[in-house]
T-cell receptor, first 116, second 114 residues
């Protein structure tokens, strides 16, 4: 079965510019997650969707980050405007769904963002 | 605050030796623990998990040990191979009732010497 797809794989932007990342989860997976992984650290959850609804966005910096999953399948994560500290790998993950969905998450390869 | 963390940032082992990667956690309410392996340019990959009511679980060449008394988790890899070289993360899951949340600790790099 195809895994979680993400694009682009790499992105370099200047601070104050905008950037968007795209994620296509595994077919049939209702739950989708976006994580931020700063170099040398574990991934940190930014937002969790169940179908097209937000379950948890408590750690999303909402003044500059936004995410949507309009049709309950693909998702985009946007940063506007970017700051130097946003340099990180942005990981998308998906799972079948339900209350115990965190137990079996499948991760994409990530998008490495460099803000200069 | 609550955290899941690792004792050492790097571990170097000889090919064929056993590896032990340790992790400390602070949230005694965690329901589940998972070890992930992350290779360069890839997302984390599930290795093995253990429920909070267990103290040991074995997989193929890997064993996870859980000591709830001292809030310590370890991953043992038998006969370490070059392909085991990666960053390893321990992670905890807490069931919040309406949802379950996965929290990662900091990574430790395992380097296998030929």
């Amino acid at each position: 079965e195809a895994g979680v797809a993400q694009s682009p794989r790499y992105k370099i932007i200047e601070k104050r510019q905008s950037v968007a990342f795209w994620c296509n989860p595994i077919s049939g997976h209702a739950t989708l997650y976006w994580y931020q992984q700063i170099l040398g650290q574990g991934p940190k959850l930014l937002i969790q969707f169940q179908n097209n609804g937000v379950v948890d966005d408590s750690q999303l910096p909402k003044d500059r980050f936004s995410a949507e999953r309009l049709k309950g399948v693909d998702s985009t994560l946007k940063i506007q405007p970017a700051k130097l500290e946003d340099s990180a790998v942005y990981l998308c993950a998906s799972s079948l769904g339900g209350r115990l969905s965190s137990y079996e998450q499948y991760f994409g390869p990530g998008t490495r963002l460099t803000v200069t | 605050g609550e955290s899941v963390g690792l004792h050492l940032p790097t571990l170097s082992v000889q090919e064929g030796d056993n590896s032990i990667i340790n992790c400390a956690y602070s949230n005694s309410a965690s329901d589940y623990f998972i070890w992930y392996k992350q290779e360069s340019g890839k997302g984390p990959q599930f290795i093995i998990d253990i429920r909070s009511n267990m103290d040991k679980r074995q997989g193929q060449r890997v064993t996870v040990l859980l000591n709830k008394t001292v809030k310590h988790l370890s991953l043992q890899i038998a006969a370490t191979q070059p392909g085991d070289s990666a960053v390893y993360f321990c992670a905890e899951i807490r069931d919040t009732g309406a949802n379950s949340k996965l929290t990662f600790g900091k990574g430790i790099t395992l380097s296998v010497r030929p």
